[in-house]
């Protein structure tokens, strides 16, 4: 039977800094009504569209699609994956990336074959990245026994809240960017491909302290769960290199003057600004930090890794540093095919959200194959699959006791003429705070 659905358009405005889509796909009849808060249905043979408003409006609206790259690949009945993640709502410049990847995914995914000759599909639900939201769409997803993986959420909170959900109804949630040290500690159907901040937060301490030679540092972080247990990671281990933390301030995820917070870290004299931000927060903390005179040293956690905080950021991004565990000037082969075929469909570079993404749906589609095509056989597929392929690992094997990507690191980048590259191991000049 053939794949009927029906498109919808969702416009986001200016003021969130990104272009967003909502597609929805009913497969059981072509009268289906389209749903405002969802992506429902992405099926694999939708041609791309591109719509856009006019400037007057200063909203662009982006169509996107999950397609093969050969069409008759893969046929018959799809293999249906869901993801929970934020089509709309201020996270929704990352659900945007995460579609592009999931397209490139497809592409290859399904132009081989797909899961031994079926297409794989996606049920893409608008979260907003909101807990509640993420609850709901965890209860479809199980209740719904085609869905035998899950993707999601973006952020750590809104996945943890759907995290018992999941584990009671055995349906891996494969939170690809959840990096909450807690996220896998839910139960054994909770697996991850993002570093653990209780990981990662120790090697930004060192990058700081040891590699930058900075002292006396001031942080600020996203008042989350997500952004509190980072801090307190990054604080405990700063001090242990030898650091102070001379202050630490939290802000709301809502939150667009940061201002008075920042008068209050310039008081504190410190050497050096760490930022526990997104890409759309952190540019403007950085601006209003240039505009108020503050030029100090500045460090970003890896959710900081965006082209939205360099276009966001504008001149004011210049020599921050931060880590990330994509860059798309990683010479391996795999790296610059994906990084070609993205600049090539896109017109940009990819960023780390859009890496894992891809990376989510190769691993998935690997279990899918070796595995199973069943819900038991991809929480036994997981648990054992070795030397699966990605863009951001080179492979992926799990660690058996973590459920996260075994060996996982980083690479340091620093932003320099617009751009992010590879920082050469120079320590950062420190200027006092004005």
């Known amino acids: 039977m053939a794949n009927p659905f029906r498109l919808s358009q969702w416009f986001a405005s200016a003021s969130q800094a990104a272009s967003q889509v909502s597609s929805q796909v009913s497969p059981q009849s072509a009268s289906t009504s389209a749903s405002p808060s969802a992506l429902h249905r992405l099926p694999h043979r939708l041609p791309r569209k591109l719509l856009t408003l006019s400037a007057a409006l200063a909203v662009a609206v982006a169509a996107l699609h999950l397609r093969p790259a050969q069409a008759a690949a893969a046929s018959g009945e799809p293999v249906w994956v869901g993801v929970s993640g934020p089509v709309t709502g201020q996270n929704a410049q990352y659900g945007l990336q995460w579609k592009r990847g999931f397209d490139l995914a497809l592409d290859d995914i399904n132009g081989d074959g797909g899961i031994k000759g079926r297409p794989l599909s996606l049920d893409f639900q608008d979260s907003q990245s909101d807990p509640r939201q993420a609850v709901a769409i965890a209860q479809k997803f199980v209740g719904d026994p085609r869905i035998l993986v899950e993707l999601g959420d973006f952020s750590s909170p809104a996945s943890m809240a759907a995290s018992p959900i999941y584990q009671r109804g055995k349906l891996i949630q494969f939170g690809f960017t959840n990096s909450h040290p807690d996220f896998t500690k839910g139960g054994d159907y909770m697996w991850s491909t993002s570093i653990s901040q209780a990981e990662e937060q120790p090697l930004l301490a060192d990058f700081v302290v040891r590699q930058l030679g900075l002292k006396r540092v001031a942080v600020l972080y996203l008042n989350t769960d997500w952004g509190r247990t980072s801090k307190d990671l990054f604080v405990k281990a700063a001090e242990q290199y030898g650091a102070t933390v001379v202050a630490a301030e939290g802000y709301q995820p809502d939150e667009k003057d940061y201002r008075s917070t920042l008068v209050r870290v310039r008081d504190a004299k410190p050497d050096s600004l760490v930022l526990i931000s997104y890409a759309p927060d952190g540019a403007q903390i950085v601006r209003q930090a240039r505009q108020a005179g503050v030029t100090l040293?500045?460090?970003?956690?890896?959710?900081?890794?965006?082209p939205k905080f360099l276009e966001l950021g504008g001149a004011a991004a210049e020599g921050v540093h931060l880590d990330s565990n994509f860059f798309p000037n990683d010479p391996r082969p795999e790296v610059q095919r994906f990084v070609t075929r993205y600049r090539a469909k896109y017109q940009q570079e990819p960023d780390a959200f859009a890496a894992r993404a891809y990376d989510?749906?190769?691993?998935?589609?690997?279990?899918?194959?070796?595995?199973?095509?069943?819900?038991?056989?991809?929480?036994?597929?997981?648990?054992?699959?070795?030397?699966?392929?990605?863009?951001?690992?080179?492979?992926?094997a799990f660690d058996p006791q973590t459920r996260r990507v075994a060996q996982a690191k980083n690479v340091h980048l620093i932003v320099k003429q617009g751009q992010f590259v590879v920082w050469q191991g120079v320590a950062a000049k420190v200027a006092a705070a004005k």
């Open 297 to 306: 040293p500045t460090v970003g956690a890896s959710s900081l890794y965006s």
């Open 360 to 396: 989510a749906l190769l691993v998935t589609a690997t279990v899918l194959r070796e595995f199973g095509a069943s819900r038991e056989a991809a929480r036994k597929g997981f648990a054992q699959i070795k030397d699966a392929p990605s863009v951001v690992f080179g492979k992926v």
